[in-house]
């Protein structure tokens, strides 16, 4: 049995979630990103049973700078998706939790278009009256740039104005701070890394796997994939276990 004192210094995973919904037919493209609405509901339930409070960014800040010390989970949602305030919120407020949704904000009340050469489904992303019933849900909003962009094959004024903006654009529709930011695809430099602080934003996940540790680069957040696949058992071992720590090195 760990120690209190170890169990305080627990790595910090923060889960990264897609689509709450149905998967498309078998052969789809990036079937994997879509969890059905049941299975995130036992996944939930199964943080609930294990004693994990699951929280925004915002709300994990706190335990990522070192200053409070429990068993906690972030919880983000990449690009806005409809499904996840149709499907994901009434389990988020079942239990209490709260948690961060990335949101492209050129593409508010429209799809994923970002996504249309890749052959991916388009699937309606949150409006703005969306967006707001999410934050009066008790969860939070983040950045993830204008246009769903792929930062290092732009030049450093069109970065800027992706990632600042971005925030303002944010603000401007929810009237509530914006203080988080992910990368689109993962892809950044530590020159976005810095764009980002400059922006304002207190913090950055990334699509690196593994868990936080309290010190982490707050601007280079690793996270912990929950696809389609992920059986309950493997959850289990992503959250309490190396398992995801020992797939950093990618
Ligand atoms: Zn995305």
Known sequence: MPSMHTANRSPIPILTYHQIETAPPRGAAFRSLYVPPRDFARQMALLKRLGYRGLSLSALMPYLNGELHGKVVGITFDDGYLNNLDNALPVLKRHGFSSTCYIVSQRIGRTNEWDSGAGI??????????????LAGGQELGAHTRHHVH???MDAADCID???RCKTELEAVTDAPVRHFCYPYGEFTPGHSAMVRMAGFHSATTTKRGRC????DLMQLPRVPVLRST???LLWLKLATGYEDRRRAS
């Open 231 to 233: 059986s309950l058992p």
């Open 162 to 164: 992706e990632i600042a």
């Open 213 to 216: 540790r309290s010190g982490q």
């Open 151 to 153: 930062l290092p094959q």
């Open 121 to 134: 489904a388009q699937t309606p992303l949150m409006d703005a009256a969306q967006l707001r019933q999410w």
